[in-house]
């Protein structure tokens, strides 16, 4: 087990309901939880991806076109650090960004940021490099041990 910790700030302000859901994924509002998911895919220089802890569910909808409603295009993904929620394909899938993440614009919410332990993810993005056909990897043994609020 890894001793190390990312620090979250959540953008509460400006995209509350993406910053709901994933406040409940990190705790025990859902049958569904973070802790012990992967993450499971980097894309270099770019964001690393994890979270699928739900394929899918009949509440999903309802929270997707509540975020795209409220938050969609709102913040660009422009920089490393960030917190964004995927909305095109598993409603708790998010990705951490690496640098700025254009392709992202449209289809995440920016939803927070790493206030500590960016080093983290560099470690983890820069430890790739066979990539596939769109320049990612997947990413194997890289779990999250424990999540919540403090």
């Given at each position: ?29 859902y ?14 220089n ?31 993904h ?15 899938r ?17 939803f ?34 424990s999540?919540?609020?403090?």
């Amino acid at each position: 087990m890894c001793d190390q910790s990312i620090i979250i700030k959540l953008f509460d302000t400006v995209a509350s309901v993406a910053c709901d859901l994933f406040r409940g994924c990190c705790g025990s509002k859902y049958n569904y939880n973070y802790e012990g998911s992967t993450l499971n895919y980097v894309m270099k220089n770019k964001f690393i991806t994890g979270g699928d802890v739900l394929i899918s569910n009949s509440d999903g909808s309802k929270f997707i076109n509540k975020i795209k409603e409220k938050h969609l295009n709102s913040l660009l993904h422009d920089r490393e650090g960030l917190i964004t929620m995927d909305l095109s394909k598993s409603l708790t899938r998010f990705s951490i960004t690496s640098g700025p993440a254009e392709t992202l614009n449209g289809n995440s919410v920016v939803f927070g940021e790493i206030i500590n332990g960016m080093e983290i993810i560099q470690s983890i993005a820069d430890r790739y490099q066979d990539v596939d056909a769109d320049g990612g990897a997947r990413l194997t043994n890289i779990k999250i041990y424990s999540c919540g609020e403090k």
